[in-house]
């Protein structure tokens, strides 16, 4: 016999609302539809229950009822989210998940072999547990009578026998075209049990097709296919502040919950965080503050990943207060390398990203990175760029190896020292300077380079190799009427 599975999160907007706060079940709060003002209350904890607070009622009258009652607006966002964590809690389980509602997900378990369906299902409300939500589970024959065991679930239901267990359920349990239960309940049929007792070709015969359905529902005998859903592919979680905060505190609070949970998700979807992007709701939505952050050594490690975020957080100034806060992680699959004998890579690639990040709050991420040798022929041209930890320490075994000319080095000084040199016959005779002076005896050149020429950052050197009377070698360079003394081949005593 194949059987089927339903995940029921009851409460749903509530849950939606309070997923990362736990402590706030204990307090009385309703969420409401629409204003605070004018809202109808759709759900409540059990403490807002106690003082007499239902749902249904308007915002006013719970208010009346319960001075210390806290209302909040429905969340769509939260609860968006909230029914993709659902769909993918029913994936870990099995390959066939259908979204049958935001707060409902139905399993078909064709391929899960067990004999103990209860312990399984008490397995799958310790998972959902564990990620904060509060699940009911019901197991059954067909798709529809599990989702009705959900409902009843304790938090987990096996129907092994499904007639008696429809038999004392009311009718409004499986939902039917109303003008249909009105006759029905005109007839005096009020419970499942009494409309699985009549004869379905008559009852087929008298109120249509719509009637023969129920009447297989009802039964428990309906069969029907799941409507497959892919599992999400995103890590997101997303939470909303009661009012604007005004420290970071409360942000990096929140920020280590919702990182708890990413991790424990992407650890049972074997996969690590590549990327984070985080979303800081402010008061004027339209001016969010997103930021993007690679990490240097992909991980599950809520700590690593929560240093990263508050070293940015730590000099960030924002124009609006925070009012709420959304982080997403890109999933990576973890990936193990072997470097050769006389290499060795990082030791904490993402200790020294957050390095990296302290130094970039204190001069400037501009300033901070890796140099990169510009393609020209520019002297020491080159650029800083962001750097890729995963080459650092490294050798690329791809690149060509170096072809190194003999002779002298060249040792260069920066900057190069301002000099004034007197030419004899358009070659230069002597040079005055901070780092040499005396009568040039020998010299070679000119070297002439230049490049841009088609844009404002056009640029041109003249080069002299000379030997002055101590015997010391120098690089001169000319930039349009100055002279500099670029470095040096040798150092006098």
């Excluded at 509530?14 to 629409?34: K, S, T």
């Excluded at 170096?402 to 030419?423: I, N, T």
């Excluded at 358009?426 to 009568?439: C, D, I, M, N, R």
Aim: glycine share 6%; net charge negative.
């Amino acid at each position: 016999m194949s059987w089927f599975a339903a995940i029921l999160l009851p409460q749903f907007p509530l849950q939606a609302a309070l997923r990362l706060r736990p402590e706030a079940w204990a307090e009385p709060i309703a969420v409401v539809e629409g204003s605070t003002e004018k809202g109808h209350v759709l759900e409540v904890t059990d403490a807002a229950a106690a003082s007499g607070v239902l749902r249904g009622m308007v915002s006013t009258q719970a208010l009346a009822r319960c001075p210390a009652l806290r209302l909040w607006s429905r969340s769509a966002e939260q609860e968006q989210m909230l029914a993709a964590l659902l769909v993918e809690m029913g994936c870990a389980f099995s390959s066939f998940v259908e979204a049958t509602s935001a707060e409902l997900c139905l399993l078909d378990l064709r391929q899960v072999k067990r004999g103990d369906w209860k312990g399984w299902a008490r397995e799958v409300v310790a998972r959902c547990a564990a990620v904060e939500l509060r699940a009911q589970v019901g197991l059954a024959p067909n798709p529809d009578l599990a989702a009705i065991a959900a409902k009843h679930a304790d938090p987990v239901l096996v129907v092994q026998h499904p007639g008696a267990f429809l038999a004392d359920l009311a009718i409004s349990e499986i939902d039917a075209p109303p003008e249909l239960i009105a006759v029905l309940r005109d007839w005096g049929i009020s419970h499942l049990g009494d409309l699985a007792r009549l004869p379905r070709s008559e009852l087929v015969e008298r109120l249509g097709p719509a009637a023969g359905l129920l009447w297989e529902r009802a039964s428990g005998r309906l069969r029907r296919e799941l409507r497959l859903v892919r599992p999400p592919e995103t890590f997101v979680e997303t939470f909303e502040f009661e009012a604007p905060i005004e420290t970071t505190e409360p942000l990096l609070f929140i920020l280590r919950r919702q990182l708890d949970q990413l991790t424990l998700r992407l650890r049972e979807a074997y996969r690590v965080a590549g990327q984070m992007t985080l979303t800081i709701l402010l008061e004027h939505r339209a001016a969010n503050y997103e930021r993007v952050f690679t990490i240097p050594a992909p991980t599950t490690d809520a700590e690593v990943l929560l240093r990263i975020l508050h070293t940015h957080l730590e000099s960030l100034r924002l124009e609006q207060q925070p009012v709420g806060v959304r982080l997403l992680i890109a999933p990576v699959v973890g990936e193990a390398s072997q470097h050769q004998l006389f290499e060795s890579a990082l030791r904490d690639p993402n200790r020294f990203g957050e390095t990296l990040a302290r130094l970039a709050a204190l001069v400037g991420a501009e300033n901070v990175g890796v140099v990169e040798m510009e393609d020209t022929h520019r002297p020491d041209s080159f650029r800083v760029v962001a750097p890729q930890f995963e080459k650092l320490g490294v050798r690329d075994e791809s690149a060509p190896e170096e072809h190194r000319a003999l002779g002298l080095p060249l040792r260069r000084f920066r900057p190069p020292f301002p000099a004034q040199v007197h030419l004899q016959r358009h070659l230069p005779a002597q040079v005055f300077s901070e780092k040499a002076h005396g009568e040039i005896i020998d010299a070679a050149g000119p070297y002439r380079v230049s490049g841009q020429w088609w844009d404002r950052a056009a640029w041109a050197v003249e080069e002299w190799d000379v030997e002055l009377s101590d015997g010391a070698l120098y690089r001169l360079a000319k930039r349009v009427d100055s002279w500099f003394i670029e470095g040096c081949y040798h150092e006098g005593d």
